[in-house]
């Protein structure tokens, strides 16, 4: 019986200290009047079976909640804004595992395929494979790069001991049955070999009490737990993922603990542009992306009440006044001493 070992890691644990030019005047609420403007352009990419509501493209080939996050080209755009976002939240890194030429590597819900096209490119001797249930990704690719459609709660078809690393992140608002996915995991992962689930967590804190019961992002997370919580897919945190990995029978368990701040307002370079292309992704959907579908078809809101909630959570983000973060959670699992 393997000794199960964890560890907990915070690359950024301190306090956040706020920019004095954003508390130069609290009068104002929009980061333009502290000299900061955002802009975004769409990508373009197709999908051959979806539904259209709320005015956002939704995945449908595996059922209609399979997936509540749109797959639209506004989507996209924004999941490839956050690959950039969790790049320089982890210094960065595509992963925290300490990979060694690994040969064959899996993504896990790989979206657009951006994550699994920077693994190629810098694994180049690895056979990476990038699954979704939406066949969103780009045609051109590296020539050791392939995507697949497939459902991750679905009994894999894939070897035993078939892969080294096992790459996932922010799958929990899409997957019911975890204990069969992690099932799954650990029987294609060979022995030594790494797993990492990164997840973003839904929990909001601020280091100088700036965060109120009232603010408008705050409520939002709170009606987004109680709709995910009703279809068995609670937001993850450092604990659960933890548990979930050892549960699996995973050893030797890190987690990392990153802050991520939603606007500009930290004095820290590296913190500011992080929190600057977090706005730009408020501005991007955002919001309406985690919460329109599952406000009106778990919730049973109207249209109109969902979509006020999102408008109010992002106008929160932009008021420069709240100075507010999540935590990224990356455990990185061995499955067995090799």
């Known amino acids: 019986m393997e000794k199960h070992t964890t560890t907990e890691h915070d690359l950024n644990e301190e ?3 706020v920019d004095p030019a954003v508390l130069a005047n609290t009068l104002d609420e929009d980061y333009d009047s502290a000299g900061y403007a955002t802009t975004t352009e769409s990508l373009s990419s197709s999908i051959n079976e979806y539904i259209f509501e709320n005015g956002r493209r939704y995945h449908s080939y595996f ?4 997936n509540l996050m749109p797959t639209d080209e506004k989507e996209q755009d924004r999941l490839d804004l956050h690959h950039e976002i969790m790049l320089r939240l982890l210094d960065g890194k595509i992963t925290l595992a300490p990979l060694d030429h690994p040969q064959k590597i899996l993504d896990l819900g790989t979206g657009t395929g951006i994550w699994a096209i920077d693994a190629a490119d810098n694994y180049p001797e690895a056979t990476v494979i990038g699954t979704d249930l939406s066949p969103i990704q780009p045609g051109w690719v590296p020539p050791n790069c392939k995507f697949e459609v497939d459902d991750a709660e679905q009994n894999w078809t894939y ?3 078939s892969f080294d690393f096992i790459h996932s992140r922010n799958l929990a608002q899409a997957i019911s049955d975890w204990d069969n996915v992690m099932k799954e995991i650990y029987r294609c992962t ?3 070999g790494y797993v990492e689930l990164a997840e973003l967590g839904a929990d909001l804190f601020s280091d100088d009490n700036t965060l109120q019961d009232d603010n408008g992002f705050k409520i939002y997370l709170q009606y987004l737990n109680k709709a995910l919580v009703m279809m068995k897919r609670p937001q993850m945190n450092a604990d659960s993922l933890r548990a979930r990995l050892e549960d699996a029978g995973f050893v030797d368990i890190n987690v990392t603990n990153v802050k991520q701040p939603y606007g500009p307002w930290a004095k ?3 913190m500011k542009n992080v929190g600057a292309m977090v706005l730009l ?3 991007s959907g955002l919001m309406e992306a985690y919460g329109m579908a599952a406000f009106t078809r778990v919730l049973g809101m109207e249209q109109d009440e969902a979509l006020k909630i999102c408008k109010d959570a992002q106008a929160a983000i932009r008021n420069k006044n709240f100075h507010m973060y999540t935590y990224l959670f990356v455990p990185t699992p061995l499955t067995s001493n090799p």
């Open 281 to 283: 992704m408020n501005d």
């Open 190 to 192: 060979k022995p030594g």
């Open 63 to 66: 059922g209609v909640d399979k």
């Open 268 to 270: 820290d370079r590296r």
């Open 15 to 17: 306090e956040i200290e």
């Open 159 to 161: 070897p035993a001991d």
